[in-house]
Every structure is written in C-alpha cells, then in structure tokens.
C-alpha cells in the first residue's frame, strides 16, 4: 500500500525523445485523429437525419460509431499533447481513467460486432422471420447489454489491475495505460490474479469470435445458394468488410494481452497497440460507409440540400438589396 499510495503519475515511453520524430508522431496522429472523428461524426449525423436507414443494422453502426469515437480519444489526444509539449507524464488517476475507459469501449464495440454478426445472420440466414425477430425492442436490449458488458468488463479489469502494488517503477513502455504494461511494474504476489481477470476476458473475447465466425459460416453458406451474383455480391461485399474489422481487433488484442510480458518486443508492443486502439475506430467509417450505397447515397442527398440552401440564400439576399437601392433612389 505504501508503493501504491506514493505512486502519483506514470511516465509514457512509447515513443521516441527525440523531438522530430515526437513532431512526426503528433502530425500522423492528428491526421489519423481527425479522420476518425470526421468519418463516424458523419456516420452519425447521416444515420440520425435519413429516416430510412432508421433499421436495425444502421442503428447498430450507429452506436459502433459512438464507440469508435470513445476508443480512439481515449489515448490519442493525451499521446499527441505529450509529443507537442515534449512531456511524457500522466497522473495517476489519469492512468486509471484511461484503462477504464479504453477497456470499456473496446469491450462494448468487440460485444457490438457480435450483436451485428447475428443481425446479418438473421438478414440473409433467415428473412421471413427477421422483422419479427430484430424488432426495435430487441435492438435497443441488444445495443444496452454490448453497452452494460463493457462496463462490467472494464470495471473488473481496471479494479483487479490496480489494486495490485506497484514496486517496479513509473515507466510504462507504452504511449498510453496499457495493462499488460502496467503488469510487468505489479509485483508478484498479485500477478497471478490480474493474468487470471485477463485470461477469463480474453476467453469471452475468444468465445464472440468464435460466435461471429459460427455466424459468418452459416452465412456464406446460405449466400452460395443465392441464384443471384449481384445478391451474392451484395451480402458479400456486407459481410467480409465486418469480419475483417473483428479479426483485426481480436487478433492483434488477444496477441497483445497473452504474450508474455518479459519476452515482448517494445517495438512489437507498440504496433500491436496501434493496430487495435487506433487503426479500427479509423478504417469502420471507411469499411462501412465508402462500400455502402445507401450511406453514401444519403451522405450526398445530406450535401446536396445543404448547398441548395445555401444556393437559395445567396439568390435570395443580392435581390433583397438591388430592391433597397432603387427605392432609396426614387426617393
């Protein structure tokens, strides 16, 4: 507890000191940044306005986007403000809000993907019975309990990682909390029991993945019997975007958290965590948006009545003030 007590911030050695490399590390961070905020804000807007992507896969985008929001603000901005100021501190409260809230989206957005494999699943597995099944309300139960298990999950894990004690020094190797680094400052007496907390969250993530895949082979199946190559290449085209958004968060997660510590590479950490912190939050906008005709036809009817507005305000106001002028003439 005196360890424990007396540890007030981490430093984050992710990256590199030296200060170009930190200006280049801030400027593909931003950009990376501001690509995933402006893919899923649109995602977001386009789905909220279009009453007619109002249906069950489009309202669990909806929250996917959300949740991609959450993901990659959690460590990025705080990563991009120590590379600017050329400071690698953050407080110990900051750390166990950064866990927390990275888990938890996370955890959410792996237990959405599944509710998402299943709605397909139901969609072209068995459609007469789809609106029955995928009503509004078994949606939003759906969407609440992804929400629910990753708040359970993340508080389980962030309590049993830092209750332990930390005896092996402030550095993280890392350019944000990760757990598994954080393990390798726990001392030993507590080790075991955060390994187990991981163990049994990788076993559920393990276990979704084995769902979506169950999920997936029922679906391609049903898809080969299609008579239609244009409706196997559209549930083609819906489907394979998904299941490679999974595997990449499940594999490069999973890898991350049951390698052993002692034996990674810093290098090796750190593109693995790169690779499912930042990179799906990044790509789901692109997978899901630029590949559908539906999002992308309601994007540009979004675009197009905009700039007809704006088009009739600008015909309107040069009319209102020619009008003005003759009569203060005549006058």
Known sequence: MQNRTAMTE?????????????????????????????????????????????????????????????AISVPVPKSMANSLTNTRSISYSGCVAQVFLLFFFVSADLALLTVMAYDRYMAICHPLHYERV???????????????????????????????TFCGGHSVDQFFCEIPQLLKLACSDAYLSE???????????????????????????????????????????????????VSLLLCTGSFSYLKPTSSSSSRLDLILAVLYSVVPPMMNPVIYSMRNKEIKAALWKLIGSRLFNMHKMSVLLPQSQPHSGITHFNN
């Not at 690509?35 to 985008?61: C, E, K, Q, S, W």
């Not at 609440?144 to 298990?149: D, L, N, P, R, T």
């Not at 084995?210 to 299609?226: D, G």
């Not at 409706?231 to 490679?244: D, E, I, V």
Request: charged share 10%; with cysteine.
């Open 134 to 164: 995928m009503n509004k309300r078994a949606c939003i139960q759906m969407a609440v309990g992804a929400w629910i298990s990753g708040v359970l999950n993340s508080m389980l894990n962030t309590g049993s990682t830092f209750s332990v």
């Open 10 to 70: 981490f430093l984050l050695l992710g990256f590199s000191d030296i200060r170009k490399l930190q200006i280049l590390h801030f400027v593909v961070f931003l950009v990376i940044y501001l690509a995933a905020l402006m893919g899923n804000l649109l995602i977001i807007i386009v789905i909220a306005l279009d009453h007619r992507l109002h249906t069950p896969m489009y309202f669990f985008l909806l929250n996917l986007s959300i949740l991609d929001l959450g």
């Open 195 to 245: 390994v187990g907390v991981l163990g049994f969250s990788v076993c559920l993530s393990i276990g979704s993945f084995v769902f979506i895949i169950v999920s997936y082979v029922q679906i391609f199946r049903a898809v080969l019997r299609i008579p239609s190559e244009q409706g196997r290449h559209k549930a083609f085209s819906t489907c394979l975007p998904h299941l490679s958004v």
